[in-house]
Each structure stands twice: as structure tokens, then as C-alpha cells.
């Protein structure tokens, strides 16, 4: 006789499971997330079941010959990118974004670039109603392509409709949270019906060689919701950024097992859908005004591209008891410690003051080599004294004051001669090879160079 179920509270932010419902997840903190779900008895042959006896598997050595990772490029030069080459037949991609950033219209234009080519592309929405998805594809002028769509949650059905025809090159299901799974008596979102159907449709893409998107919702932090565990089930993460206020779109890596992380895609949404940028640097240097202080360029490296980007800076006397600081695509504790480095080893103080700090573009920047540009931009508007337009700046300032070397020093001063810069402040250590960029280098080994060529007017 069969066991009857049992009942268990499951954190639906970080997974973890309780005998009894409490409003606080003692292992993640998040409130009103324990959510009840029934667990059943696991099946004979599953390995969990007891008396289970499973088969011996066949050792092997490290060494022996690999084959190279078969790859099918999409024609999308920056999800190519981003993706280390093309999608990869058998590997499962989870992408997630803000609703409205764009994450349904991009894949439906993977679907679409792989069908003209001669795939065979199935697109699950789990959302939006067929009639929806086919308004999108006549605005995108992807009416034509042969696409196959079905509007489908249910898991046992999308898993029979995959068994039928020839195997599929790609699919993507949008999204992985609105399925469910006959078998488990919980609601569509939850843990364990985001983590089985994860599973299965992973077995299927593995078993069948073709590629798997799939589409995660995010928290209001902009994490993809649900348990950490889909991200490590999967082989690539990709995030879809960008502010509803501008036009880019950033497809950002951040966990790929077929090529590098941190890489970046940048597309332009356009009338007809996204629109690739393939020199983001004049994307993101565009509408200058080369006269105003408090701005300095910043050549950056996103994985493996260079990229250069404005950083804006606004201090002004503040009439507050507690002047403010606001912070836009940079981290806040990064201005915090460059505020206290300016007072501490400059004689530069802006406690006095407000100050604005802004990426222009919406771009979102975490390398520690963005701080001698944000020094630059922030000396410069405190004194009214501009920089000189044909600048770029790079360099990691530590809390002694001094200038730390930067890795890809090359790349980044390639990048910016290459843009029409003549100059480049970067730090005193750290060599060029023979063949780096035609540039004026200006060394610095201490911030307190860069605050006395910028000395506030009295």
C-alpha cells in the first residue's frame, strides 16, 4: 500500500524546505516565501527509493582526445558573441530580464534566424496566446519564417508535441515559471515545479542534441527568481539590462561552460525589433558636450571587448545637515571609498557638497579600473575646470591613494585610438608591448597628481 503524501513549507526564494510554516525563511531571511507542497513516496528504479540497486559506470583517465564544441551560429553577431561563438547543440541557456526589456522579442528573433537557415524552431509561450505572439512576428516582419508556435503550460503535453517529427535545433519556452507538472501537487512557479520541469526539458534538449532557451522572471532585486539551483542546472546565464528610459539593451554572460563570462551584447530597440550595435563605444560617446566639466571617458574592457564609456560627475554645495549621493551604473561603495581617498591623501573634502554620479547610456560598470576616470570626473566638476575632450582615463585607485595597473592596457588604448583620442591617462605601473596604440601616454602613480593638475578655482 502506498504511503500517503507528506507535506513540506518550501522557501521559493532559496529552496530550503521546513516541517511547519513560519513567516521568516530561517535560511535566507525573506519574508511570507514558505509556501506548502506535498511530497510523495519516490518511485522503485529512481535511485531514491530504498532497495534501489543502481549499474555500474565505466571509468576513464584524464587524457584522450576532445572533440572541439560543435557550435551553430545564429547570424545575431552580439548574442553570437555573447554566447562564446553560437548556441551549442544539447546545451540549455536561461535568460532573464525585466518585464518589457525586450526577452520576447530577441528570441523570437533567434527563432526566426534559425529557421530561415534551415532549422526546425518551436517556440512554447506560456504567457501571451498565439494571436499575441504572431502580432509581435508581422511588427518584426518575421511573419514569414517558418517558425512552429504552440501556446502551451502544461509539461506532459510540450514533451509529447517534442517526441513527434524529426528533433528540433531549438527551443524556447516563455517562460519556465508558468509550467507545470501533472504529477506534483503544488502551484505553477513554485520550486518544485520550476526544478522538475527544468529537469525535463534539459533531458530532452541533452538526449535530442538541440539547443534550450529559457525564459526566467526576475525579483526586484534583478535576480532571476526561483532557486539558485536552475542556474547551476543549466549551462549558460545570460541577463537582458537596460533602463526603460533609453533605447540600449545589454545581453549580459554571467555563467557560460562554452566560453567566456562577463561578456556583453549590446542592441538598440528599434521599430523593427532589437537592433545590433556593433561599435558600442560611439553608441555610448554620443551627444558629447566636450565644454562641460565633470566629464571623463573610460576605456573599459566587458570580457573581451573594450568599450568606452562617459562618466558623469555633479558636485555642488549642498544645503543639507547630510549632503546626498546618488549613484547610477557604478557601485555606491566604490564612491564612498573614492570620496574618503580624495579627503584623505588630496586635501580634496566633499562632505560638504552633493554629488551626482552617473554612467551615461544606462550602462551598468563593475571594474575596479573605472576609478581614476571617476576621480577625473568628480575633480573636474568640483573645480569648473573641463577636461580635455580627447582624453581617456583608466586606472584602480587603492585606499593609499596610488594607481594601480589595469589588465588589456593594449586593447583599451587600441580602442580608444581607434575612436580619434590622442591621449591616455593610465597608471605608472605596468608595461606596453611594441605594438600598442599611437597614443600620448601620460602616466600617473598617485591620485594626488591628477587633484593638483585640477585644483578648485578659490
Given at each position: 500500500?502506498?504511503k ?12 530550503a ?57 545564429t ?6 558573441r ?57 511588427r ?59 529537469q ?170 573605472a ?9 573636474s566638476?568640483?573645480s ?11 586606472g ?10 589595469a ?45 593638483e ?6
Amino acid at each position: 500500500m502506498a504511503k500517503p503524501a507528506k507535506s513540506q513549507f518550501v522557501c521559493q526564494s532559496c529552496g530550503a524546505s521546513s516541517t511547519r510554516w513560519t513567516g521568516k525563511c530561517a535560511n535566507c531571511g525573506e519574508w511570507n516565501s514558505l509556501v506548502e507542497e506535498r511530497t510523495g513516496v519516490p518511485q522503485p528504479g529512481s535511485g531514491l527509493a530504498a532497495g534501489s540497486k543502481g549499474r555500474t559506470v565505466q571509468l576513464e583517465t584524464l587524457k584522450g582526445d576532445t572533440a572541439q564544441t560543435p557550435r551553430t551560429e545564429t547570424g545575431i553577431t552580439e548574442l553570437d558573441r555573447v554566447t562564446g561563438g553560437g548556441l551549442v547543440p544539447g546545451s540549455a541557456l536561461l535568460i532573464g530580464g525585466e518585464p518589457g526589456i525586450g526577452k520576447s522579442t530577441l528570441l523570437l528573433q533567434v527563432a526566426a534566424a534559425v529557421a530561415t537557415k534551415g532549422g526546425r524552431a518551436l517556440y512554447f509561450s506560456g504567457e501571451e496566446a498565439t494571436a499575441q505572439v504572431r502580432l509581435r512576428a508581422e511588427r518584426l516582419e518575421l511573419a514569414d519564417t517558418p517558425v512552429e508556435l504552440a501556446a502551451e503550460t502544461n509539461l506532459a503535453n510540450i514533451l509529447a508535441t517534442l517526441s513527434e517529427g524529426p528533433a528540433p535545433d531549438l527551443i524556447i519556452v516563455d517562460s519556465i515559471q508558468t509550467l507545470w507538472a501533472d504529477a506534483l501537487d503544488a502551484a505553477p512557479g513554485t520550486v518544485s515545479q520550476v526544478r522538475a520541469a527544468t529537469q525535463s526539458l534539459i533531458r530532452y534538449s541533452k538526449h535530442a542534441g538541440c539547443t534550450l532557451i529559457l525564459v526566467g522572471h526576475v525579483t526586484k532585486e534583478g535576480s532571476i527568481a526561483g532557486p539558485k539551483v536552475i542556474e547551476h542546472m543549466v549551462d549558460t546565464v545570460l541577463y537582458f539590462e537596460g533602463e526603460r528610459g533609453h533605447a540600449f539593451r545589454i545581453l549580459r554572460t554571467v555563467k557560460n561552460r562554452f566560453g567566456p563570462t562577463n561578456e556583453i551584447g549590446v542592441f538598440e530597440m528599434a521599430t523593427k525589433g532589437l537592433r545590433e550595435v556593433r561599435n558600442p563605444s560611439e553608441l555610448f560617446l554620443g551627444d558629447r558636450d566636450a565644454k562641460a566639466p565633470g566629464a571623463a571617458v573610460f576605456a573599459g574592457m566587458e570580457g573581451t571587448r573594450p568599450l568606452l564609456v562617459e562618466i558623469q560627475a555633479l558636485v555642488a554645495p549642498s544645503p543639507l545637515g547630510t549632503p546626498r549621493r546618488a549613484i547610477l551604473g557604478w557601485d555606491s561603495n566604490r564612491l564612498s571609498m573614492l570620496l574618503a581617498v580624495l579627503d584623505a591623501r588630496c586635501g580634496v573634502s566633499l562632505a560638504q557638497c552633493d554629488v551626482y554620479l552617473n554612467v551615461a547610456g544606462g550602462l551598468k560598470i563593475t571594474e575596479p579600473a573605472a576609478d581614476l576616470a571617476a576621480a577625473a570626473a568628480l575633480l573636474s566638476s568640483f573645480s569648473g575646470v573641463p577636461l580635455s575632450p580627447d582624453r581617456v582615463f583608466f586606472g584602480e585607485i587603492s585606499l593609499s591613494g596610488a594607481v594601480r595597473a589595469a589588465a588589456h592596457s593594449a586593447t583599451r588604448l587600441k580602442e580608444a585610438e581607434k575612436l580619434g583620442f590622442a591621449t591616455a591617462v593610465m597608471p605608472s605601473p605596468g608595461e606596453l608591448t611594441s605594438n600598442s596604440a599611437n597614443l600620448k601616454i601620460e602616466r600617473i602613480g598617485h591620485l594626488k597628481q591628477l587633484a593638483e593638475t585640477l585644483s578648485p578655482c578659490q
